[in-house]
């Protein structure tokens, strides 16, 4: 059984992009037996970025299923990590009891999540702003998703849904996109797109394969919707073309 020691570094059974990560012990309470730690160098699975998680704190017995080998010893603690012990505290948080894999997963699909969410402010601040760098940042949060959503015909569970916008005082048809399946559920209803009683034919895919399709013959649009945010930011196709080549 582990001998835990506050500044230890431990390696841990990880999920496959973590795989340099490690642990570092920052805190040990013995009744009850709960190991407080900080994850470093954890991937963020869609936004392609690292970052340190300051403090987890774990049921010794499920950190004793986690960690595999000893690496190293007396490493300072951060601060940030006696910062999140004294909010944990305060607010008499929580104990992990998944392995520390597993924790990770949640964590990073909350953030996932909360990415997907920021699009839209981004849309709304680039419309106020009108700025070249609020414009670069909303390529980037949408380029560095892990998977677009596309509302599929009703009669076809592969081919996204075509709709006719106005903008510019005509008529343009584009593709419906989304960042998340939650706001694409939520479009579905809002423009009645499926019978009373009918499936939501809703299809996540990588950017990638997304795109090859958007820039194919079966793809009759120039331009994909996103969010229906369709007066504040139109992706062309092309310009989506040109984007993932450089990502």
């Known amino acids: 059984m582990p001998q835990y020691q506050v500044g230890q570094r431990w390696s841990y059974q990880a999920r496959a992009e973590d795989q340099d990560s490690t642990l570092i012990i920052g805190a040990i309470e013995i009744e009850p037996a709960i190991v407080h730690i900080i994850v470093e160098k954890v991937m963020l699975t869609g ?15 499920a950190l004793n299923n986690s960690v595999t080998d000893l690496l190293e010893e007396n490493v300072a603690v951060d601060s ?3 910062e999140g012990l004294a909010t944990w505290t305060a607010q008499q ?3 992990f009891q998944l392995s520390v894999a597993e924790a990770i997963a949640t964590i990073a699909n909350v953030t996932q999540t909360s990415a997907n969410d ?3 402010a981004i849309v709304k601040r680039m419309e106020a702003e009108q700025s070249p760098e ?28 075509q709709l006719q916008f106005e903008m510019n005082g ?42 090859i399709w958007l820039d194919s013959e079966a793809c009759q649009c120039e331009w994909v919707c996103f969010n229906l945010t369709h007066k504040h930011f139109p992706l062309y196709v092309a310009d989506a073309v040109r984007m993932n080549l450089k990502r």
């Open 118 to 120: 920021t699009f839209d």
């Open 47 to 61: 936004l392609g970025e690292s970052m340190d998680i300051c403090h987890l704190p774990f049921a010794e017995a």
């Open 93 to 95: 948080g929580g104990v």
């Open 170 to 211: 005509g008529f343009s048809q584009a593709v419906l996109a989304f960042t998340s399946a939650e706001k694409a559920i939520a479009a579905a209803d809002k423009l009645n797109l499926y019978p009373d009683g009918a499936d939501i034919r809703l299809m996540p895919a990588d950017i990638d394969k997304a795109i």
């Open 80 to 82: 940030s990590f006696t």
């Open 134 to 161: 609020t414009i670069r940042e909303l390529y980037r949060n949408l380029f560095a998703l892990e998977e677009w959503f596309f509302l599929c015909r009703s009669d076809s569970e592969e081919t996204p849904v």
